[in-house]
């Protein structure tokens, strides 16, 4: 098994483990939801609380296995299935530092969700954009337009450009966590206008090359 899924598993393991363990512990409705200023807008039975995110982990993990088996460009993820599975630890992790934050607020901790999470979604984009640069053509994994999944060469032209965007934009929501007030919108216009320009990208190298022919 690769380092890379023992670790993921192990993590999955543990979150489920910390359900059970701090199940006594809890209330019967725990905080699960919180609005763009921290405050608790949503709640959860301690069963589904303490139990959905483990659960996602779980689901989510054995979807990223399947999908370079049924993608009918497998060949092309093989070349840079060692990012890819790098980024299925990553996002394990995310997921399991979200589980941490939820049952650290509930026993009492004087969490603030808002400035705790922004670092962990900026470095996840961050890993984002260095799996978009080493990702070739396939249909489950990248920038999937029309035009990128045409031809190779739209493709790595807009991940290549995706590769920066998404890095700059978890490099702006690192940092907006200095600006707690307006983090939430930081991140939101810089994910936005990088998934936006990319996208517009790809129309626009697809339709140089179509007028080449």
């Known amino acids: 098994m690769k380092i890379q899924y023992a670790l993921s598993l192990i993590l999955i393991a543990i979150a489920v483990a910390a359900g059970f363990y701090f199940y006594p512990q809890m209330p019967g409705q725990m905080a699960s939801h919180w609005d763009i200023n921290g405050n608790v807008n949503g709640y959860m039975s301690r069963a589904w609380a303490l139990f959905l995110v483990p659960g996602l982990m779980i689901v989510l993990f054995g979807l990223f296995l399947l999908l370079p088996l049924i993608d009918p460009l497998k060949e092309n993820i093989k070349k840079f299935r060692s990012t890819y599975d790098w980024f299925i630890l990553v996002f394990t992790l ?3 530092y979200v589980h941490g934050l939820t ?4 026993l009492g901790y004087a969490v603030d969700m808002g400035t705790s999470l922004m670092p962990a ?3 996840l984009f961050i890993f ?3 799996l978009l640069k080493n990702a070739k053509r396939n249909y489950f994994i ?3 337009t029309p035009w990128t999944l045409s031809s190779d060469i739209v493709w790595d032209k807009t991940h290549q450009l995706g590769s920066k965007l998404f890095i700059i934009a978890g490099i702006i929501t690192v940092l907006a966590v ?3 007030s307006s983090a939430f919108y930081i991140l939101f216009v810089a994910i936005i206008a990088a998934s936006l ?5 790809s129309y626009l ?3 140089r090359l179509e007028k080449k022919k």
Do not use: D
């Not at 049952?103 to 509930?106: G, T």
């Not at 320009?197 to 990208?201: A, E, I, L, M, R």
């Open 197 to 201: 320009v990319t996208v517009g990208y």
């Open 205 to 207: 190298v697809f339709s």
């Open 94 to 96: 995310f997921f399991f």
């Open 142 to 144: 990248g920038i999937r």
């Open 178 to 180: 200095f600006l707690p």
């Open 128 to 130: 984002l954009g260095f």
């Open 121 to 123: 979604m900026g470095l």
């Open 103 to 106: 049952l650290a607020y509930n």
